[in-house]
């Protein structure tokens, strides 16, 4: 088997797409709530075109491939993408993270695709702060979303919270309940304010306080049967059937296991989130490349893997929103 690994001896095996830089809310922590006009269209790469950079990428050890945005649904068509996707020889996973608008009438769909598992972006249980924080007032359709995930078998869902000082950390209870009362499975998301977002969204909240506050509800005892390729530590209530969830960028992060890379929509091939270097598979695409000298652009991205982000220092990307790069 062929293994993909960087400079820092990190197995590289799993690969986040972005699909579009489209999307249908206007998070505060994504674009700072301004409306980005999206790229157009042609912009982004075919199924195609995606299909063949998995294909390649495969052969190179890479096996879990996640579908991003800006908001993947909105892409016509995905499921095409699943399925082309599905039939690819060493790609053992596809999942997908989304903010659920559209997930309530494709969940079927994109489960008899082929699709494994999904993440759900939802940062508050309240309707007047889901239009703060997304400008839209669609809260029950990605209520709605989850459970038809749920009912299409795409399991575990998972659900991401952005927590925000003053803005939703005062829900943080709320959602740790949920795991005990609906068995959801939480993970709270430490802010990461990088590019023109830094000033104006709110304060990052610590896992470490986010741990503390929860305790209310009882002890939390550590969890490993959750498994996915995330960065994410994992504990539950004792007997509850939800899990909690922490990704902690900021405070605790975790890139001495990073194992992954990202593809733009626009066909670049990013190392790091956080980082601004990128390696252009499009152009190289159109004009008809290889395959040994894809693999070969495949391996220098990998080789411009940093060791790790200098976010807390303040040292962040500045070329692309969170939107642009798929999170
Ligand atoms: S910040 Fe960069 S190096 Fe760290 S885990 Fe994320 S992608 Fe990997």
Same mark, same amino acid.
């Given at each position: 088997? /062929?293994?993909?690994c960087?400079?820092?001896?990190?197995?590289?095996?799993?690969?986040?797409?972005s699909?579009?830089d !489209?999307?249908?809310?206007?998070?505060?922590y994504?674009t700072?709530?301004?409306?980005?006009?999206?790229? =157009?269209?042609?912009?982004?790469?075919?199924?195609?075109? %995606?299909?063949?950079?998995?294909?390649?990428?495969?052969?190179?050890?890479? /096996?879990?491939?996640?579908?991003?945005?800006?908001?993947?649904?909105?892409? =016509?068509? #995905?499921?095409?993408?699943?399925?082309? #996707?599905? *039939?690819? @020889?060493? %790609?053992?996973?596809?999942?997908?993270?989304?903010?659920?608008?559209? #997930?309530?009438?494709?969940?079927?769909?994109?489960?008899?695709?082929?699709?494994?598992?999904?993440?759900?972006?939802?940062?508050?249980?309240?309707?007047?702060?889901?239009?703060?924080?997304?400008?839209?007032?669609?809260?029950?359709?990605?209520?709605?979303?989850?459970?038809?995930?749920?009912?299409a078998?795409?399991?575990?869902?998972?659900?991401?919270?952005?927590?925000?000082?003053?803005?939703?950390?005062n829900?943080?209870?709320? &959602?740790?309940?949920? /795991?005990?009362?609906?068995?959801? !499975?939480?993970?709270? +998301?430490?802010?990461?304010? &990088?590019?023109?977002?830094?000033?104006?969204?709110?304060?990052?909240?610590?896992?470490?306080?986010?741990?503390?506050?929860?305790?209310?509800?009882?002890?939390l005892?550590?969890?490993?049967?959750?498994?996915?390729?995330?960065?994410?530590?994992?504990?539950? &209530?004792?007997?509850a059937?939800?899990? %909690?969830? &922490?990704?902690?960028?900021?405070?605790?992060h975790?890139?001495?296991?990073?194992?992954?890379?990202?593809? /733009?929509?626009?066909? *670049?091939?990013?190392?790091?989130?956080? @980082?601004? @270097?990128?390696?252009?598979?499009?152009?190289?695409?159109?004009?008809?490349?290889?395959?040994?000298?894809?693999?070969?652009? +495949?391996?220098?991205?990998?080789?411009?893997?940093?060791?790790? *982000?200098?976010?807390?220092?303040?040292?962040?990307?500045?070329k692309?929103?969170?939107?642009? %790069?798929?999170?």
């Amino acid at each position: 088997m /062929t293994v993909l690994c960087d400079s820092w001896q990190r197995v590289i095996n799993y690969l986040r797409i972005s699909v579009t830089d !489209h999307c249908n809310l206007n998070c505060l922590y994504c674009t700072g709530g301004v409306s980005i006009p999206p790229a =157009p269209r042609s912009y982004a790469l075919t199924y195609e075109e %995606i299909s063949r950079v998995v294909e390649v990428a495969a052969g190179l050890g890479i /096996t879990t491939v996640r579908l991003t945005g800006g908001e993947p649904l909105l892409r =016509p068509d #995905l499921s095409r993408l699943i399925g082309m #996707l599905g *039939h690819i @020889d060493g %790609i053992k996973e596809i999942a997908l993270t989304t903010n659920g608008i559209l #997930l309530g009438a494709l969940a079927e769909e994109l489960k008899t695709a082929g699709l494994k598992r999904v993440n759900v972006s939802l940062d508050t249980l309240q309707p007047e702060k889901f239009e703060k924080i997304t400008g839209s007032k669609r809260l029950s359709d990605v209520i709605g979303g989850i459970e038809a995930a749920r009912q299409a078998g795409l399991n575990p869902v998972k659900i991401n919270m952005v927590v925000l000082r003053g803005i939703n950390d005062n829900e943080i209870v709320d &959602f740790a309940r949920k /795991t005990i009362s609906d068995g959801w !499975h939480i993970r709270y +998301i430490e802010f990461m304010p &990088f590019g023109a977002l830094k000033s104006e969204v709110g304060e990052m909240v610590s896992a470490e306080e986010i741990r503390e506050r929860i305790k209310i509800l009882g002890n939390l005892e550590p969890y490993t049967g959750e498994g996915g390729n995330g960065p994410a530590r994992y504990y539950r &209530f004792a007997g509850a059937k939800g899990t %909690i969830g &922490f990704i902690s960028p900021m405070t605790e992060h975790f890139c001495h296991s990073c194992n992954r890379l990202r593809l /733009t929509s626009d066909g *670049h091939l990013r190392p790091c989130l956080l @980082d601004d @270097d990128e390696v252009d598979l499009k152009t190289a695409l159109r004009a008809g490349v290889g395959t040994e000298d894809l693999k070969e652009l +495949i391996r220098r991205a990998v080789s411009l893997k940093q060791e790790q *982000h200098h976010l807390a220092e303040g040292v962040g990307p500045s070329k692309r929103s969170m939107r642009g %790069i798929g999170g």
